[in-house]
């Protein structure tokens, strides 16, 4: 069970009536298990009657991101859709810049969860897709994260 002063709204957007839908917009915490911000969006989903969809983009666009760090990401990508989709979670990933992949899920979605970054280009992210989104948008830190920032 997730403590809700792990968790911090990004928008002042009410969940969204007649949504399919609770969306993760995975980041860091690329996995499957042991993963506090998934946790969230399925107990959310459990409380609305809704099911849930994992979506993850991949952007190439960052120059201090080489080869290596890629073919570690994919793996990582490879194992984690398997996993979610033996809980009966939905997952999608896409190449395209990061803030268009969350969005275009984010159509049918009730709220959004996404993981708790410090890093300024992951902020900025953030907010530009809370700006944009049509749903709440929640942030949920991990286990060894707090929310004082």
């Known amino acids: 069970m997730n403590q809700p002063?792990?968790?911090k709204s990004l928008n002042d957007l009410p969940p969204r009536e007649g949504a399919?839908?609770?969306l993760y917009w995975m980041g860091l915490?690329?996995?499957a298990r042991f993963n506090p911000a998934l946790e969230y969006a399925v107990e959310e989903?459990?409380?609305l009657r809704l099911t849930v969809l994992v979506c993850y983009g991949t952007a190439e666009s960052f120059a201090e991101v080489n080869a290596r760090h890629w073919a570690?990401?994919?793996?990582?990508?490879?194992?984690v859709g398997p996993e979610v989709r033996k809980r009966g979670i939905a997952y999608v990933t896409r190449r395209q810049p990061p803030v268009e992949t969350p969005l275009l899920n984010a159509a049918d979605a009730a709220l959004a969860v996404c993981d708790r970054n410090h890093l300024k280009?992951?902020?900025?992210?953030?907010a530009d897709f809370a700006a944009r989104a049509p749903c709440t948008v929640a942030e949920m830190a991990g286990?060894?994260?707090g929310l004082g920032r």
Do not use: G, I, N
């Open 72 to 79: 570690f990401l994919l793996e990582d990508m490879a194992e």
């Open 45 to 47: 989903a459990r409380k």
């Open 20 to 22: 399919t839908y609770v």
């Open 5 to 7: 002063t792990r968790t």
């Open 121 to 126: 280009p992951v902020r900025r992210f953030y």
């Open 143 to 145: 286990v060894h994260q």
């Open 29 to 31: 915490s690329q996995r």
